[in-house]
Nanobody, 122 residues
Framework: QVQLVESGGGLVQPGGSMRLSCVMTGDALDYYAIGWFRQAPGQGREVVLCITRGSEVTHYEDSVKDRFTISRDSGTAYLQMNSLKPEDTGIYYC?????????????????WGPGTQVTVSS
């Protein structure tokens, strides 16, 4: 059974940084495109960034450009978040899909992690 697990969330002050990790069990994460999604309080889940198997990156959310970076290495996917703002608060999910191309269609991501809470507050 394939499972994804996120880690690295928590409380951070505005302007701070945080790195989220996503690991897969039951299969090799390297075979999948990995998307990072977030759900702000009271809002729907949205795709933020995605990285293909070949490490091509697609940005879907303009508000995080130049602040968030997605990467992958040795079976783990990362979301590096810098200059965090209160509006970045939410639950962050990683998701995996095959074939290995990115998409903003959430229904095409087969495997999802349970999510990790990120709170940006002073």
């Amino acid at each position: 059974q394939v499972q994804l697990v996120e880690s690295g969330g928590g409380l951070v002050q505005p302007g701070g940084s945080m790195r989220l990790s996503c690991v897969m069990t039951g299969d090799a994460l390297d075979y999948y495109a990995i998307g990072w999604f977030r759900q702000a309080p009271g809002q729907g889940r949205e795709v933020v960034l995605c990285i293909t198997r070949g490490s091509e990156v697609t940005h879907y959310e303009d508000s995080v450009k130049d602040r968030f970076t997605i990467s992958r290495d040795s079976g783990t996917a990362y979301l590096q978040m810098n200059s965090l703002k209160p509006e970045d608060t939410g639950i962050y999910y990683c998701a995996a899909r095959r074939p290995y191309l990115c998409t903003d269609d959430q229904s095409l991501y087969r495997h999802w992690g349970p999510g990790t809470q990120v709170t940006v507050s002073s």
